[in-house]
């Protein structure tokens, strides 16, 4: 049986954000029948409710939620870890916490994968042919026998999986433009536009 909280939680994945019901089963951990029943079902009349009747973590759900939304305007390690979210609900609800830590951290991965996980949180990375990405990175290597870090300009295809690279002093813009100089006069060609 499911709380009234989870069956919302599986007709929003499945109305409001286009999700199949096998994405909804993986996503959730619940039986695709479990899941095409709870979103077919038209009918909630109190027979239905009383199969969802409140369970004890309900309440501790929007306490929970609050914090971890407090959480996203902090540095990522100074977030709650659900040990620390159990820890402060005994201090701080002692009278609503009838549940066990186990079931804290189970509410806290459900919680942050709502929170964390939106499905509009990527990047299409769609690239035709003739447009490259330029970055900088490092390298090691030895000079008068000694191992130094230095620093190399990378231009990469991602339409070929070609990649060129040229050793610079420094990450300036005088180093980007004489080392894409450089790679241009050995590819003998230069790309439409780069990132």
Same mark, same amino acid.
């Given at each position: 049986?499911?709380?009234? /909280?989870?069956?919302?939680? +599986?007709? =929003? ?10 994405? +909804? ?16 079902? &038209? ?10 009747? #409140? ?25 709650? /870890? !659900? ?8 201090? &701080?609800? #002692? ?17 942050? =994968? ?26 090691? !290597? ?11 300009? +990378?231009?990469?295809? #991602?339409?070929?999986? !070609? ?7 420094? &990450?300036?813009?005088? !180093?980007?433009? &004489? ?11 230069? #790309?439409?536009?780069?990132?």
């Amino acid at each position: 049986m499911l709380t009234i /909280t989870q069956v919302h939680y +599986i007709r =929003e994945l499945f109305y409001e954000e286009g999700k199949s019901y096998s994405e +909804i089963s993986s996503m959730t951990g619940k039986n695709y029948r479990t899941v095409k029943k709870y979103i077919e079902m &038209e009918d909630f009349n109190e027979q239905n409710h009383q199969a969802l009747r #409140p369970n004890k973590s309900d309440v501790l759900r929007p306490i929970i939620q609050k914090w971890l939304l407090e959480d996203q305007s902090r540095h990522r390690k100074q977030r709650h /870890t !659900a040990t620390r979210i159990y820890d402060r609900l005994k201090t &701080e609800h #002692p009278d609503l916490l009838e549940v066990s830590d186990r079931t804290v951290r189970n509410i806290v991965k459900e919680e942050k =994968e709502k929170i964390y996980s939106s499905g509009s949180a990527y990047l299409q990375l769609h690239h035709p042919g003739g447009e490259a990405q330029v970055d900088f990175g490092t390298f090691e !290597a030895y000079e008068n026998n000694t191992l130094k870090k230095f620093r190399e300009l +990378i231009l990469s295809f #991602p339409k070929s999986n !070609a990649g060129f690279a040229v050793a610079t002093k420094s &990450e300036t813009r005088e !180093a980007l433009l &004489e080392g894409l100089a450089v790679i241009f006069n050995y590819i003998g060609c230069v #790309p439409r536009s780069i990132w």
